[in-house]
């Protein structure tokens, strides 16, 4: 290829490519390139122009524009107002910039003619010609907007570069790709580049195309509908009948009359309703309108229920409703009566804490009752976002009231009992913490004007009775416990649940069934026999729907028997519902050495917490398998240390770890336990181990222990003790400080066990190991 050289005025171009053939004009604001026009003007009218890397460069270096650009010939040049020059320019071949000659005035370059080439594989060339022809043709009658001269005249160009160069020159590309183009000199590399060019366009321009459609069809239609409705309405106004709007305007505003609202809520319904009415009520706008003045018209802002404050009567309910929950009826009792007496429920909000189906929210139902007040109930189990309280605000998409105002409408009174469940469930996130919300629902300070997102009025809240339950205390935000008053619901005994069942499930489950209830009758051994063998629950909630389930297996039978009446055993039991499903540790009949009882606190009540060790040769390693929770393992470690640090004084070898290694085992039961209450167990089965002397079988124990060999309290002693005596157990040791929770241990239970009241370590082995062998001091 021969390389011409010439010395032209340059000028970078910003935003523009220009490629060879190609005759277009642009304006010239910057001095210096009005510099470098006027001395092209003055000799051979050619500029060299090349594209500026980065359009927004106000002062291009050398180094900020390309190298490969366009010489042309000037056409034409008009002076613009304020300094600006409109030059007509037409591009004659592509060059390359050897060398910046001159930058001041205006830069000067000496540049390489780069001569069009001639195709060297003529076939080649023809079918990429012919490709890009076609993909263009394509995309011109995709974009609609070239003229159709121009096909025509793409299609007598003969020469395959000149080809490539014109089409560029039409396509609205990037800076960057028409420079690619520009600087693919060989024809064929620059055809086979504006083919991939093409095609890619092509491909965008289908999509937009597809969006267009679709943005036009939705629009046709609104445009569509809005039309039939004009004239829907034109043919009604002729019939003299009143159009839908009109209707539906007319229904809302009696609505708002009749529905007794107060004032600013009657001025901003009646404001609603005017933008109602300008919206029309077919738009989108119209939608969220109709739906707020829904909530606002069937919210209770004044419907209030008269209270039954009879003490006598409510207890008669509560009687009634619920077998024993003795104090829990008194502390609700004395509540009501204090509310009676002053005259106004306000005060502590009652919280119901306790395990699951103890019958929190069924002893709440009966306050209602009592209280001839409308029930309402919330769950607030997994709310995270104070939106759920309090709602999103009406701008949002889809917004809705909290749960609150959603609760109050459901009540459809101002004064409900409203419940708010598993308050200990809530948890926070980033959008904002619930309790925050709810502190200010409870607040008697506050709930006069609770203000919903979504309503943006305030709404009366401080007639509501709010009763809040439980299971445990621990996760109630403080602030929120702060405000309430607690009163606990604890497991039931198995006697108790025999009543409950029979007195309150069974009826309840043989009217749900719609049987009278002498056709199908309960033995008591069947009602034990589900209570210990098929359920193991503080409440009693699976023994209502294991009831429910032999039930119905009866029915089922009577109905293919054709018999009219059925009794049901503690066999049919187990035919319904097969083997027995969870068996509790019955105690070993004799003393062993190692085996040591403990009590154990779950989430589905109490239960035995058996412990085994054993000793034998080794190199002082201690092994700890089975059900050992974490904690668990941390007072098994504890427990080591407590027995090696004191060995001697319990007869124990103290070099034992030279020639044993100790193993501790936890059998595995129906239900995973942990805790540190296992830590006087461990150490006694320790004790027993190391120093071979038996345990006592009839003995159980609980207690957590610290390094000196101090016993400290735990929790859920009741349901502990329920357990041990299910399995068998007389005698229970435990640690002194809990000695004020036996009140709550039922008196059916506590004297059957003689209770041992430990304050060291050493009260526990006393009364754990079998008396001829103790000897510890
Ligand atoms: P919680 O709210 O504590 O989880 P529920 O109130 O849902 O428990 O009680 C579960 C079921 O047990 C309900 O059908 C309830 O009526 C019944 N129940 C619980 N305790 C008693 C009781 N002491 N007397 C009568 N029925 C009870």
Redesign the pocket.
Do not use: C, M, N
């Given at each position: 290829m021969e390389k011409q050289l010439k010395i032209l005025p340059l000028i970078p171009l910003r935003g523009i490519t220009i490629f060879p053939y190609m005759v277009m004009h642009f304006d010239v604001g910057r001095e210096k390139s009005i510099l470098a026009l006027e001395d092209a003007m003055l000799n051979s009218q050619e500029i060299f122009l090349v594209a500026q890397k980065d359009a927004k460069v106000e002062e291009p270096s050398e180094d900020d524009i390309y190298t490969i650009g366009t010489v042309c010939t000037i056409k034409q040049i008009l002076k613009l107002p304020g300094n600006t020059v409109r030059v007509l320019v037409e591009g004659i071949n592509r060059a390359e910039l050897a060398n910046v000659t001159q930058q001041e005035p205006f830069f000067k370059a000496e540049i390489n003619i780069l001569e069009e080439a001639e195709c060297a594989e003529d076939n080649k060339c023809e079918a990429l010609m012919r490709a890009v022809k076609k993909a263009f043709d394509e995309y011109i009658s995709l974009s609609g907007n070239m003229p159709n001269e121009l096909l025509i005249s793409t299609d007598d160009l003969e020469s395959p570069g000149r080809l490539a160069d014109v089409i560029s020159s039409f396509l609205m590309l990037k800076g960057e790709t028409k420079q690619e183009l520009l600087e693919a000199h060989d024809a064929k590399d620059r055809l086979e580049k504006l083919t991939v060019v093409l095609r890619n366009e092509i491909d965008i321009l289908k999509i937009e195309r597809k969006i267009g459609v679709k943005v036009k069809s939705k629009i046709d239609k609104v445009q569509k509908e809005y039309y039939l409705r004009e004239q829907l309405k034109a043919i009604q106004e002729e019939l003299g009948e009143e159009d839908e709007d009109k209707k539906e305007i007319t229904r809302y505003k009696n609505k708002i009359n009749k529905a007794k609202l107060p004032k600013p809520v009657k001025e901003k319904a009646l404001y609603e309703l005017d933008r109602l009415k300008n919206s029309g009520s077919y738009s989108s706008e119209g939608g969220v309108i109709r739906t707020y003045l829904d909530w606002i018209i069937e919210l209770p802002w004044n419907n209030l229920t008269e209270d039954n404050l009879d003490i006598k009567r409510a207890r008669e309910v509560f009687e009634r409703?619920?077998?024993?929950?003795e104090d829990v009826k008194d502390r609700i009792i004395e509540y009501l009566a204090v509310r009676k007496m002053s005259n106004s429920l306000k005060g502590p909000i009652i919280c119901?804490v306790?395990?699951?189906?103890?019958?929190?929210?069924?002893?709440?139902?009966s306050i209602a009752n009592a209280l001839n007040r409308n029930f309402v109930r919330m769950s607030l189990g997994g709310v995270r976002d104070e939106a759920e309280i309090r709602g999103h605000r009406k701008t949002y998409v889809g917004a809705i009231p909290g749960r609150v105002i959603y609760g109050m409408k459901q009540a459809k009174s101002k004064n409900p009992l409203f419940l708010l469940?598993e308050i200990d469930k809530m948890s926070n996130d980033f959008r904002g913490d619930p309790a925050d919300a709810l502190l200010e629902v409870l607040d008697a300070e506050q709930n006069s004007t609770f203000r919903d997102h979504y309503l943006e009025l305030d709404f009366d809240l401080s007639q509501v009775l709010f009763i809040t339950?439980a299971n445990s205390l621990e996760t109630i935000p403080r602030p929120l416990l702060d405000r309430m008053e607690v009163i606990e619901?604890s497991g039931?005994t198995y006697e108790?649940k025999f009543?409950?069942a029979k007195?309150?499930?069974i009826p309840?489950q043989l009217k749900e069934h719609n049987i009278e209830e002498n056709k199908i009758t309960f033995a008591d051994s069947a009602i034990y026999n589900v209570i210990e063998n098929y359920t193991r629950e503080s409440?009693?909630?699976s023994?209502?729907r294991k009831l429910g389930a032999v039930l119905r297996k009866t029915i089922a039978e009577m109905l293919e028997k054709d018999k009219e009446n059925a009794h049901i055993t503690a066999s049919h039991v187990k035919k319904y519902l097969g083997p027995a499903i969870f068996t509790y540790d019955k105690i070993d009949k004799e003393d062993k050495i190692g085996v040591v009882m403990g009590m154990a606190w779950t989430g589905y009540g109490g239960d035995t917490l058996p412990v085994e060790v054993t000793v034998m040769q080794g190199d002082g390693k201690l092994e700890l398998t089975g059900q050992l929770g974490d904690v668990m393992k941390e007072s098994a470690r504890a427990g080591y240390s407590y027995v090696r640090a004191n060995a001697e004084k319990y007869g124990i070898n103290p070099e034992f770890r030279k020639d044993k290694d100790v193993h501790i085992h936890v059998p595995e039961g129906a239900v995973p336990k942990d805790g540190p209450s296992a830590g006087v167990t461990i150490i006694t089965g320790l004790v027993s181990a190391l120093s071979s002397k038996k345990v006592k079988h009839n003995v159980a124990m609980t207690g957590e222990i610290t390094l000196t060999g101090r016993v400290l309290p735990i929790g859920g002693l009741k349901e502990k003790c329920l357990a041990a005596y299910r399995a068998g157990i007389d005698t229970v040791i435990i640690p002194k400080d809990n000695e004020k929770d036996m009140l709550k241990i039922p008196k059916s239970i506590k004297s059957k066990l003689t209770f041992v009241l430990a304050d060291k370590i050493d009260d526990v082995l006393q009364n754990a190991l079998a008396s001829e062998d103790y000897n510890g001091n």
């Open positions: 409703e619920h077998y024993g929950l119901l306790g395990p699951p189906g103890v019958g929190k929210t069924s002893i709440a139902r469940d339950t619901v039931y108790e009543h409950i007195d309150h499930l309840k409440g009693v909630r023994l209502e």
